[in-house]
């Protein structure tokens, strides 16, 4: 069975080596603070250039990694860095790593550290590959290996990390302007799981497709009539006292797209405002 080392011992860091030990792998640990260590069966390390072939890192970003091994000799050692950053920075330390021999998988894990190890655990993986190691990321979760690029990863995570933030947002400002989070929430859960299943609700589907082709129909339902009301819900929360940045910052984005010509066309337009981004001018 391999031998982990795991480097970083927050709240993530604590779970991945707990979980390790748990499935009887010979874990060792490496935390800036040791005390973070304190009450785990695990070996602490001295310094991370001690860290086995299989390396687990669960930092607050990647400067934190060459801040640790600093010039360490990683030959024969396959870093897997589940630390968020840009997916530019991912690939700069791909290239890190390289240089002092070793091997980079970058990583998202898509669960909060209660999850981890369970059966609704993922994670994404990008960069070496990981058959290797196939084995032992899979007690963290499900692999979810996306490609040698290694930002493809990050890209994934975040994307799925900015649904689930604005998802929640939303809710928590929807909440505010209903009064009740309670009141709301079977509404909000129905509409969300609708979302994604078959029916007239079923807008991930529709949308995914319409951005997908390019092609955005809004006979039924056109842009222009939704950012009218985008404006009707800025205006409701002004009313009720609350903070309407989220709100404003969408009623621009679909007036953007509307100025953009896509008044008439359905809601998936938005996506070419979001696109155009910094060509606006």
């Known amino acids: 069975m391999t031998n982990v080392t795991v480097i970083g011992l927050g709240a993530m ?6 979980v390790y030990i748990e499935r009887g792998y010979d874990v060792s640990v490496w935390n800036r603070t040791p005390e973070r260590a304190a009450g785990l069966k695990a070996k602490l390390l001295d310094s991370p250039a001690q860290a086995g072939d ?44 390289a240089d002092r021999g070793g091997r980079l998988v970058t990583g998202g894990i898509m669960v909060p550290p209660p999850g981890i190890g369970t059966p609704v655990s993922y994670v994404f993986y990008s960069g070496a590959p990981v058959e290797e190691h196939r084995e032992a990321l899979s007690v963290l979760g499900d692999v979810q ?28 400002h929807a909440s505010a302007l209903m009064g009740s989070a309670e009141r709301l929430l079977p509404y909000a859960g129905a509409m969300v799981r609708g979302l994604a299943e078959d029916g ?46 989220v709100p404003e910052a969408l009623k621009d984005l679909f007036h953007q797209a509307v100025r ?22």
């Not at 860091?13 to 707990?18: L, S, V």
């Not at 991912?90 to 290239?95: H, M, Q």
């Not at 996306?146 to 947002?169: C, H, K, N, R």
Request: cysteine-free; glycine content about 10%; proline content about 3%.
């Open 200 to 245: 007239p609700m079923a807008f991930l589907p529709i949308l995914a497709k319409s951005i997908e082709a390019g092609i955005y129909p809004g006979e039924e339902n056109n842009l222009h009539m939704q950012a009218v009301g985008m404006e009707h819900i800025v205006e409701a929360s002004r009313d009720a006292g609350l903070d309407t940045t």
């Open 260 to 281: 953009l010509g896509h008044g008439g066309d359905g809601l998936a337009s938005v996506v070419e405002a979001i696109k155009a981004g910094s060509r606006r001018g």
């Open 13 to 18: 860091g604590r779970k991945m080596a707990d």
């Open 145 to 172: 290996y996306v490609g040698e690029d290694p930002g493809l990863a990050m890209l994934y995570y975040q994307s799925m990390l900015y649904i689930f933030w604005s998802t929640l947002t939303s809710f928590m």
């Open 54 to 97: 299989l390396v687990i890192i669960s930092q607050v970003d990647y400067q934190a990694m060459y801040d640790s091994f600093g010039e360490a000799d990683l030959t024969g050692k396959t870093l897997v860095n589940l630390s968020s950053d840009t997916p530019e920075r991912l690939r700069e330390a791909a290239r890190w790593v």
